[in-house]
């Protein structure tokens, strides 16, 4: 079983179009990340987010962190072609270690 | 800066070889990971090392090795391969005095046991 659960795992949608990723745990995190991974790359990091209520705004993507530190969303505001790709969400407990979900593969058609 | 370069990017090996793939980052990075990818589950950890000559074990450590001996290298050594273990491999590195900080990752070796 997964420690962070990622929702939907594809998400096919026209360009212009809003779409919302969703990344929930049972466990509580000191801080959480996330990644977007392109074909044959491995993952970047997009933000990291630590205080329990915290937004995150970078350009068009926006970055909640929940109250409780539990779980996180990721919301793309009018999505482009170049949005494409496999999102990642990861979260750190009290260690030096990333656990990570299994990904949402964002597809934006043109 | 080249970051974290991994090495081969490409390998297929046959049932029962064995082979180390390389990494090696030049941010003096003290916190180094080894991570596997298989479709539909995510990276899961393998090994990682907090500093030189200090390696612990990951989730999914059977099967592997690791050393440290210095802070720039981490190589993974697989023995004895298997088809189990046909996955795409990161290696990524972490500032440790910043421990909020992203993960830089190498571009991954792609691995085919057969």
């Known amino acids: 079983t997964q420690l962070l659960e990622q929702s939907p795992q594809f998400l096919s949608i026209q360009e212009g179009e809003n779409l919302t990723v969703y990344c929930n745990s049972s466990?509580?995190?000191?801080?959480l990340q996330w990644y977007r991974q392109e074909p044959g790359e491995g993952p970047v990091l997009l933000v990291t987010?630590?205080?329990?209520?915290e937004v995150k705004k970078l350009k068009r993507l926006t970055f909640q962190f929940g109250d409780a530190r539990k779980d996180s969303s990721l919301h793309i505001t009018a999505a482009q072609p170049g949005d494409t790709g496999l999102y990642l969400c990861?979260?750190?407990?009290?260690?030096?270690?990333?656990?990570f979900g299994a990904g949402t593969t964002v597809t934006v058609r043109a | 800066n080249a970051g974290v370069t991994q090495t081969p990017k490409f390998r297929i090996l046959k049932i029962g070889q064995s082979m180390t793939l390389q990494c090696a980052q030049d941010m003096n990075h003290n916190y180094m990971y080894w991570y596997r990818q298989d479709p539909g589950m995510g990276l899961k950890l393998i090994y990682y090392?907090?500093?030189?000559?200090?390696?612990d074990k990951g989730e999914v450590p059977n099967g592997y090795n690791v050393s440290r001996s210095t802070t720039e290298d981490f190589p993974l050594r697989l023995e004895l391969a298997a088809p189990s273990q046909t996955s795409v491999y990161f290696c990524?590195?972490?500032?440790?005095?910043?421990?909020?900080?992203?993960?830089?990752f190498g571009s991954g070796t792609r691995l085919t046991v057969v």
């Open positions: 987010v630590v205080t329990g209520g």
């Open positions: 466990s509580v995190f000191s801080s």
């Open positions: 090392s907090v500093g030189a000559g200090i390696t």
């Open positions: 990861a979260g750190t407990l009290n260690d030096y270690k990333l656990s």
């Open positions: 990524a590195s972490r500032d440790g005095q910043r421990l909020n900080y992203g993960y830089t």
